[in-house]
């Protein structure tokens, strides 16, 4: 069976996330702890028990997400893994889990990253928005119009007819109201920090290189498939590139999950926080698999079952 393991990115955090996997597994307990060692403060307890506010800083959410999907990987042991991506910060957790950065340097990759973002949306404030129901073509024509008002260009491209857009508050804003008109099912404006995916995340576009240039980058155990490129990466020497470029270009995830199926991927585990990228995979594709590992009772019911069927 050709599996792929996909990873959560911001906005699928929750309070109370791992507390569970955390009581129940040693390993994952031990990768909590771990965390918390390299960080210098109490991750753990900011994910087990809030508040929301402070998680859902971006400075926090980032480690939190990433610490809780390598807690669950840790946990699963003989599955033969073909292929990896992570959506936006998720991508740090797929090459970690392959291999690539070490834990440490993941873990403090995206503590730096999150940090820089949340420095970013300060210095460059701007914002996010969903539209649903339109074409690439109807999107790119509507940030067109739309920058007039300043910068707005595509962000996410999830699934079919799901797009985020990112860019100053105006020319968001200015956004939504042309997708409406053209009759977008849904164009709403999203609660972000900042313009994620977009030129005024340049600060820490700027500077995010000076910590991946800290950090050695190993060989693959298994492909990962990257946000920028929507390919495998080819070699390790081109990760800290992409991984610079994806600070301010658009998450290509449907035509990535289109990539991963055309190269022979049957079956998608999502390890992690929410059930966010199954439903898009299901949207893209809905005749593979797509198995969900975020609770005990996920990855006992996997475990016992799930790796035979």
């Given amino acids: ?88 910060l998720g991508e740090y957790t797929a090459l970690t889990a392959a291999g690539v950065l070490s834990f440490e340097d993941g873990l403090n990759l995206v503590r730096v990253r999150g940090l820089l973002m949340q420095e970013s949306g300060k210095r460059n404030p ?45 020319a968001v804003r200015k956004s939504i109201e042309l997708a409406k008109e053209m009759k977008a099912k849904l164009a709403k404006e999203l609660v972000v920090s900042g313009a994620f995916h977009s030129p005024l995340m340049n600060y820490a576009y700027e500077n995010i290189v000076g910590e991946l240039n800290k950090v050695t980058f190993n060989q693959f155990n298994f492909d ?3 946000n920028v490129t929507a390919n495998k990466f080819q070699d390790v020497s081109e990760v800290k590139k992409l991984l610079v470029d994806q600070i301010i270009r658009p998450v290509k995830w449907n035509q990535l999950i289109e990539n991963m199926i055309k190269d022979g991927i049957k079956t998608f585990i999502e390890i992690g926080a929410g059930k966010v990228l199954t439903g898009l995979i299901k949207r893209i594709n809905p005749d593979v698999k797509t198995i969900n590992l975020g609770t005990v009772e996920e990855i006992n019911s996997f475990l016992e079952n799930g790796k035979n069927s």
Avoid: W
Avoid at 133 to 141: A, K, N, T, W, Y
Avoid at 146 to 168: C, K, L, M, R, Y
């Fill in 224 to 226: 990962v498939y990257s």
């Fill in 1 to 88: 069976m050709m599996i792929a393991v996909v990873f959560p990115g911001q906005g699928s955090q929750f309070v109370g996330m791992g507390k569970d996997i955390y009581e129940f597994f040693p390993e994952a307990k031990s990768v909590f702890d771990k965390a918390n060692n390299i960080l210098n403060y109490d991750l753990k307890s900011i994910c087990f028990e809030g508040p929301e506010e402070i998680l859902k800083q971006t400075e926090n959410t980032q480690p939190a997400l990433f610490v809780h999907s390598m807690a669950i990987f840790s946990v699963l042991k003989n599955i033969s893994i073909k292929a990896g991506a992570g959506h936006s």
């Fill in 126 to 170: 701007g914002t996010m928005a969903a539209i649903v129901g339109l074409s690439i073509d109807q999107i790119e024509e509507i940030c067109r119009k739309a920058s007039e008002e300043g910068i707005v260009q595509p962000a996410n491209f999830n699934s079919p007819g799901q797009i985020v857009i990112s860019g100053d508050v105006k």
